[in-house]
């Protein structure tokens, strides 16, 4: 594909790598985890992507995760216009805010009040803070491969083993900043218990992704979260579920719903704003009260509540609030995933398929992956090949192993089944090549 006369595309990339750093202005986004270069989106609409050189896609991207709809859906559509014609934005507060608040709690077993915020990043950091000043402590607990946005105290992976004393992860991030950081292997309980033990007083927050979805697909293990919220309670720190991908995408309650576990906060993000810039925090009353202007820390946004952006938001959850939605996620996530099992095991593949609700990923290793450690030996070329002749054959995955692919409600199920076909000839062409 790479290789192919130049394509409207190309002549895109080259102007924009003049104008903005990598041509882009979300890293992963320039195409650099598999080669090439990336196709420029034109329009979407339903299950498809349209590139501007008149191609089409079936989108498992979905803008990293809102659009569980799919694209343009008719009544998120017609929610903004209405929104868009009353104006953009005014700084003061709107009863669409209230709206979207109830949904959100309503839904979400742990959440008593929340903060809407204009991204994921905000959320977190956001969130964080308020654990710090509720506890009065100033380390936190993440886990490596989660990704919890780009602030700076979360800028921590660290390499294998318990306990890494943060090292940033990007210049530009004082060390100063990331010290507190305490990063631990993903499902490692009894590396979070060693913490624990280490700095018994000192731990404000765990931060975890329910399931994690940033360095492909890892789940938690039985027992993990339930270790995570009973040493948060032993040793009086909070837990932070960041949802801001598991939201509403793995269930309307998200994955604390799902797992039967009750966070003391929870981020969101994505599907909450329908695919406009939105995110929010939010959990027990009683640490929220912190939040100025009722409490001492401090948090603001220019934008923060946008009506446009609360519309969005309050026409996708009310489609996914209609009975029967989730059930026929799961649904389409089976056939897909049972499509996808089969097409591995014809062709003699070695590949992993972990899968949750409307969430999976293609590991190109051998043995399961539970950590980033075990993640990282997944063979990234292999994944490009792939990714590459799936792409030929219109099917948009994610331009990097360590994505997670997304279904949509749009998507039906002729084009489930044309989808593994293609994954099963992508993976003949990867084992020929
Ligand atoms: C996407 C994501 C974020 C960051 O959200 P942005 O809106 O990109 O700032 C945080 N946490 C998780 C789990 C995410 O998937």
Redesign the pocket.
Known sequence: MSNLALTRSHVLFQEAQQLLPGGVN?PVRAFRGVGGTPVFIDYAKGAYLYDVDGNRYLDYVQS??PMILGHAYPTVVEAVVRASERGFSFGAPTQAENALAHMVIESVPSVEMIRFVN??????MSALRLARAYTGRDKIIKFSG?????ADLLLVQAGSGVATMGLPDSPGVPTETTKNTLSVAYNDGAGVEQIFRTYPDDIAAIIV?PVA??MGLVLPQAGFLERLRHLTQHYGALLIF?????GFRIGLGGAQERMNIKPDLT?F??IIGGGL?V?AYGGRRDIMQLVAPVGAMYQAGTLSGNPLAMAAGIATLNELRKPGQYALLEHKSQVLAEGITRAIRDTGSAVRLPRIGAMFCLYFCKDPVTDYVSAKKADTARFARFFWHMLEQGIYLPPSQFESCFISLALDDAMLEETVRCVERALQEEKRS
């Open positions: 979300s990293w995760g991204s994921g990043t905000e959320a977190t989660c990704y919890h946005g780009h992704e979805a940033n960041d949802e801001v991908m598991t981020c993000g994505k810039p995110g």
